[in-house]
């Protein structure tokens, strides 16, 4: 069976809407990153395990990852353009409980909501980049990409410079962005709701051309299967350095929650820029090299890494964080363009399944650390990237003909 579809005249690309909902996805994975960024104050105040931590991280991704596959897949079947706003909402209320929960239950009570929102922004959200992209795929989807991995990078500073200094109650601050951010999404759904109107109009769907090999239904699972095993193997990792590194830092190095933060802001904020290169790099020479070059340059660092010096921590961090987060767009793109009638769902199932590789590595690497202590869980950990040579067997694309 053929994963390709009729190739259409591509439109222009639309750079305000790319922009905006690059945006929005600052704001969303901004207020998601307020968890992780809580995590060192709720291990002090409250005396949360590292297990328990674990958890937090599970319930919160293990919903977005769940759910958003299924919200793609409504979406490719009935649109929902103002979906955006609502989850964005979701994600208010669930910011607002956090703010004020006193205790563990609700302090999972609150991270469902911020789950559910996470689940609906993003499929929709991926939808409306592929809709203003026009020839510029590889970019949009950077843009986009960018947007929720610099939300990310800021859970240090966030932690460092406004939860150590204010506690749990910190957290409201964030309800500004939130509230922002509806009224943001609103204006884009009202565009989104356009492009469809004029699509029915039209009766001319805009669809996605694939750079793939004519695949069979064989070949395309199998591919799916490697591309998923890359998206484990990354999210696992990230995982790993955004939620608990830190206390191996403290640990090993014996720095304060807020220098050890601006360590990992580091390698966050690094990654967000690879995550914008490796968009309009996959476009020049194509998505299975960037997903490869993703992991061979960060697989001898990682290795190293528990063994260095504190001064060479820092030049390590960037350079992995760099190169492991240039696939992360690309991956995307690589699945839609394996399914390409599916673009919503397989932007859910993708970034969904990031989000839940997360949540199950937030639980064994919190259970690790409790039973094995941090700096053995750093060195078992720093193996992962190498499993990543499963990639070398996906099907080589084309690069994007302008």
Known sequence: MSTTVARPTLANPIYPIMVAIGIC???????????????????????????????ITFVLNMVSSVLQPVVGFFSDRNPKPYALPLGMTCTFVGLAGISVASNYWFILLSVIFLGLGSAIFH??????????????????????QVGGNTGQALAPLISAFVLVPFGQIGAAWFLIVAATGIFLLARISSWYKGQLEKERLTKKKKTLISNLPTLTKKQVGVAIGLLMAVIFIRSFYVTNMTNFYIFYLMDKYHLTIQKGQIFI???????????????????????????????????????????IP????????????????????????????????????????????????????SVVIGMLMDS??????????SVLPLFAFVAFWLPKDHKIMA
């Not at 207020?31 to 105040?45: G, R």
């Not at 203003?132 to 949009?140: C, I, M, V």
């Not at 060479?312 to 690589?334: A, H, K, P, R």
């Open 265 to 307: 802001f580091i390698f966050l904020a690094v990654g967000a820029i690879g995550t914008f290169f490796g968009g309009p790099m996959a476009d020049r020479i194509g998505r299975k090299s960037v997903i490869l070059l993703s992991f061979l340059v960060p697989m001898p660092l990682a290795l190293l890494l528990p063994y």
């Open 310 to 361: 504190l001064w060479l921590v820092v030049i390590f961090l960037g350079i992995i964080g760099f190169f492991i987060m240039l696939s992360f767009s690309v991956t995307v793109i690589y699945a839609q363009e394996l399914v390409p009638s599916k673009v919503g769902t397989m932007a859910g199932l993708t970034v969904g399944l990031a989000f839940g590789m997360g949540a199950i590595g």
């Open 25 to 55: 996805h600052l704001f969303n994975d901004t207020l998601q990153a307020v968890i992780p960024a809580m995590f060192p104050v709720l291990e002090k105040e409250i005396g949360l395990t590292f297990t328990q931590l674990g958890f």
């Open 372 to 381: 094995f202590g941090v700096l053995d869980t750093m060195i078992v950990i």
């Open 123 to 144: 499929p929709e959200g991926s939808k409306v980049s592929f809709m203003a992209a026009g020839s510029k795929r590889g970019l949009s989807q950077s843009i986009y």
